[in-house]
């Protein structure tokens, strides 16, 4: 097959994206293209198969996408351990002010040993509460067990019970996680229904001691809300791997908090996890342009 590719680690310019994909059989992209109608009557009716390179597929406008019988495939299940390590990371980091704590080492704010200074809290005897307890929230939940939580909370759109007796974690409503949770870690994926759920009611539930980490999708998280929480006190500390929009400007109001850890959506930035994410989108849409059925294929 003769392949076009945009060789650079930078987003392809939007013109040359649509320019790109005209009378194009097969679409590999990344989750920072956005294919949406324009795209798709770019590429005309010869367009038959996608392959994102992401286990998320909210760049993609899946209706517009069904409506033109084309096939689509994603890369699910070999970035979960990834993600869930740095979900624990970043939680590490958040709630033990580990960045802040650096930093003070680097300007002189190290100065002798202080009984409560950069002080922080602990998962020993804690309730966590994850929002979406798919393969990740899974993976991190079996990842914390042995720091000594308490007890584990969860909430989805539906109870599951098969994959939360591993954990004996209790099923409960959105703002019942959030009173009774010292730490909240959002897993679920991005769909209307979670769209804005962490915003100012939810966070007004949570504890003043707990803290809230998200490596889901930025815009699962209301950031204004957010903001308010962490700069007023309601919430102590939050990490987060992803944000709206991303990358996330640099005069953005979180990025003025000492109590907030953000990262540049790295979750599944391993050498050995991007490899295999590589493989398997380029099996899928190999796949599917032969017609045959793909190791992990979207059902529309």
Not at 4 to 22: H, I, K, Y
Not at 59 to 70: F, S, V, Y
Not at 225 to 248: K, M, N, Q, R, S
Not at 249 to 267: E, M, W
């Amino acid at each position: 097959c003769v392949v076009q590719l945009w060789d650079s680690e930078e987003p392809v310019p939007r013109a040359e994206l649509l320019a790109g994909v005209a009378g194009k059989r097969g679409l590999l992209c990344l989750l920072s293209d956005r294919i949406d109608r324009e795209v798709l009557e770019a590429a005309g009716p010869s367009l038959k198969v996608i392959s994102t390179m992401s286990v998320g597929f909210d760049h993609l406008a899946l209706d517009e996408i069904k409506k033109r019988g084309i096939r689509v495939g994603y890369t699910p299940n070999v970035l979960t351990d990834a993600t869930a390590e740095l979900s624990v990371a970043l939680l590490l980091s958040a709630c033990r002010r580990l960045p802040e704590a650096a930093e003070q080492v680097k300007n002189g704010g190290w100065t002798t040993w202080k009984p409560l200074w950069m002080c922080g809290y602990g998962l020993s005897d804690s309730t966590v509460g994850i929002i979406g307890l798919g393969r990740i929230g899974q993976a991190v939940a079996r990842r914390l067990k042995p720091f000594g939580v308490k007890k584990f909370l969860y909430t989805a759109s539906h109870p599951r019970p098969e994959s939360a007796a591993e954990f004996e974690a209790e099923f409960v409503p959105l703002m019942k996680l959030a009173e009774e949770s010292d730490f909240v870690v959002v897993t679920c994926a991005l769909t209307p229904d979670t769209q804005g759920m962490c915003n100012k009611g939810f966070f007004s539930r949570m504890k003043k001691t707990s803290v809230f980490v998200n490596t889901s999708r930025g815009a699962v998280v209301n950031q204004e809300d957010l903001y308010d929480a962490l700069a007023h006190g309601h919430i102590a500390a939050a990490g987060l791997d992803v944000t709206t929009p991303e990358p996330l400007p640099t005069d953005h109001p979180l990025l003025s908090l000492k109590n907030c850890v953000i990262l540049p959506h790295v979750g599944s930035a391993t050498y050995a996890t991007r490899s295999t994410m590589a493989v398997l989108a380029a099996d899928n849409l190999l796949a599917g342009l032969r017609g045959d059925p793909m190791p992990h294929e979207l059902v529309l």
